[in-house]
Each structure stands twice: as C-alpha cells, then as structure tokens.
C-alpha cells in the first residue's frame, strides 16, 4: 500500500464510450500526476498538477482530459479513445513539485490497466 | 528532446549472478532517480543521486552517478529472485518538475 488508490483496476471500453480513472492519495502531497505505460515503451508523463493547479501538459490529445477537483483526488476522463490508447494508467504524487534542490520522490498508485476495443 | 537510454533492455540471470543496469542521458541531470517495478505493480522508488560521482549502497545494490552527471548504474551483487523486475532510472527535465524515465531493464532470475 503506497497510500495512492486508483480506480478501477482493469477497464475494458469501446471507442465511442466515455469513462473516468480515480486516483486518491492520503499522504497530504499537494503535487499529483498521470503517467501512461505501453508496452516497450518508457513511462510518458501525460499531465501535472499542483495545488490544484495545472502545470503540465504533455502534448496529451484532447481526448485525454484531467481533472483535480482538490490536492487529494485527481480523475482522467476519457472519450472516443482509439486501441493504441491501451495501456496501464499511472498515478502518482508527490510532496511538492519535483525539483533538482529538492528531494522529492514519486509514489505510484497501482493502475488502471486499460484496454480499447 | 532529452533521451535517457537504459542497457541492456533484459538480462537473464542465475540466482547469485550478479547484474548491472546502465542509464544514459542525452543531457547532465541535476540528479538522478531509480525506481524498480515488480511484474504487475508500480513503480516504487529506491534512491536519488545528487552529487558527480556519487556512490550510495542499500544492501546487495551499488548506485554510482557518474562524474559527468549524464550516466549513472545499478548492481546488484548476489542476485536473489526477490530482485526480479524492471528497474527504470528517471531524470528531471524542464524545469525539474518533470521526470524523463529511462526506458528500463527488465531483470530476471533463474534458480
């Protein structure tokens, strides 16, 4: 238990259906993050934010859309997805925002492995 | 953009072999992270490294940044098979708060 929950674990949707990932975090961190892993492929930050605030977005197409109502709960809403969007959805959060003079680690919820069809 | 390579992508090895993952960056990194990822879980974080040519050790597991702050290993002496999985190192991009995973070696162990 890493003290980061996502939700669900397994989701198998259709490209036209409309879903949403949980990830909640009880370590009182105020920087939260979504990362995607496809298969041979390096973690790909898709989203940060902090306080609430957004403060990075990859480059993630639209129909990716995040949302983080408070510093504890992040969710990623997702619409018309294609079949590369398969992959295990990361969650993670940090104390603050990472940064070279500090300290700060990432802690990985488990994932939201997601299949397309 | 920044490219962190890890060598090798797998390596096999019998229980008390000892194994070496080595990461590569296109650019110096402030620092440096390795996390190890159990087949099926997360990511969890094992250690930071700051300083050129910084050595840290936790147990069986060396951790050496290089001079340069652009490379950086891991080894495990004795590897046992509670060491299986993928071990990633990661590098702050941008302006730090972003982490550019390396694209890990996945480490199996044959008894």
Not at chain 1, 51 to 76: A, D, G, K, T, Y
Not at chain 2, 65 to 79: M, P, Q, V
Request: contains cysteine.
């Amino acid at each position: 238990e890493t003290g980061v929950t996502q939700t669900p674990r397994h989701l198998v949707m259709g490209m036209t259906n409309k879903k949403s990932l949980k990830c909640e975090q009880h370590l009182g961190h105020n920087a939260m993050y979504w990362y995607k892993q496809s298969a041979k492929k390096p973690l790909e930050l898709m989203f940060v934010y902090s306080l609430e605030e957004r403060v990075e977005n990859n480059s993630v197409p639209s129909r990716f859309s995040p949302e983080c109502p408070n510093s504890s709960h992040l969710f990623l809403h997702l619409h018309t997805l294609q079949p590369e969007d398969s992959a295990l959805y990361l969650c993670a959060s940090s104390q603050g925002l990472l940064s070279p003079a500090t300290n700060e680690k990432l802690f990985f919820g488990s994932g939201t492995q997601l299949s397309v069809l | 953009g920044q490219q962190v390579m890890q060598i090798p992508q797998y390596q096999h090895v019998q229980e008390g072999e000892d194994f070496t993952t080595y990461c590569n960056s296109s650019t110096t990194l402030s620092n440096i992270q390795w996390y190890k990822q159990r087949p099926g879980g997360h990511p969890v974080f094992l250690i930071q490294l700051v300083k050129s040519g910084e050595v840290k050790k936790q147990k069986r597991l060396t951790f050496q940044f290089g001079e340069a702050k652009k490379n950086s290993s891991l080894h495990i002496t004795a590897t046992q098979t509670t060491d299986v999985g993928t071990y990633f190192c990661a590098g702050p991009r941008g302006g730090g708060n972003k982490l550019t995973f390396g694209t890990g070696t996945q480490l199996k162990v044959e008894l």
